[in-house]
């Protein structure tokens, strides 16, 4: 997404992992000319193959996600369609030419949890930092995720995600990590 433009404008090999097709045509048509963007039409679940996924219409695609209801707790005009989808350990495994990775940005939505509890130990520290924004953090399932860095020689920091969350970030209903990996 738009995130990843400090990153390209600098020259750094940036993968762009998208599901919802007309995010995916606007990389292509941004970025498809560029040798250090490798853009993979796709989503990133707990499986491989065909899995349902909830599009937003207008503006508010970037909350389309996994889920019927997005991550702000709206379900309303939310269209299903069927999209091709990898694992993480398939991502790093099949489509990351480099043997790691400075740095992962995952913004999926609520699906990280999945994402976290399906990645191998071994593929998680070829990850050297990640940015990583949760959302529909019930039952405190955050600390899934902090666990797992945890177990894998990770520092972080969480971050509220607007100054109105609460300071307790763990109870927060999203927010952000900041890890990276002790060597």
């Not at 048509?29 to 349902?52: P, T």
């Not at 970037?62 to 997005?70: A, M």
């Not at 694992?87 to 949890?113: Q, R």
């Amino acid at each position: 997404g738009m995130s990843s433009v400090a990153f390209v404008e600098k020259g750094i090999k940036t993968y762009m992992v998208e599901a919802d097709s007309d995010n995916v045509e606007i990389l292509k048509r941004m970025w498809d000319n560029n040798s250090k963007i490798k853009i993979i039409d796709k989503a990133i679940s707990n499986k491989n193959g065909e899995i349902e996924f909830y599009l937003s219409p207008g503006i508010s695609s970037v909350v389309s996600s996994l889920y019927e209801v997005d991550a702000n707790g709206n379900n309303t005009d939310r269209k299903k369609v069927i999209v091709q989808s990898i694992t993480p350990n398939k991502f790093i495994e099949e489509y990351v030419d480099e043997s790691s990775i400075d740095l992962m940005k995952i913004d999926i939505e609520g699906a990280e949890y999945d994402f976290f509890e399906s990645i191998t130990d071994e593929n998680i520290r070829k990850v050297k930092r990640f940015i990583i924004e949760y959302h529909n953090n019930d039952d405190y399932k955050v600390m899934n995720i902090i666990a797992k860095l945890t177990k894998n020689n990770f520092k972080f920091k969480l971050s509220k995600w607007s100054p109105s969350c609460s300071d307790y970030i763990i109870e927060n209903k999203m927010g952000v990590i900041y890890a990276e990996r002790i060597i």
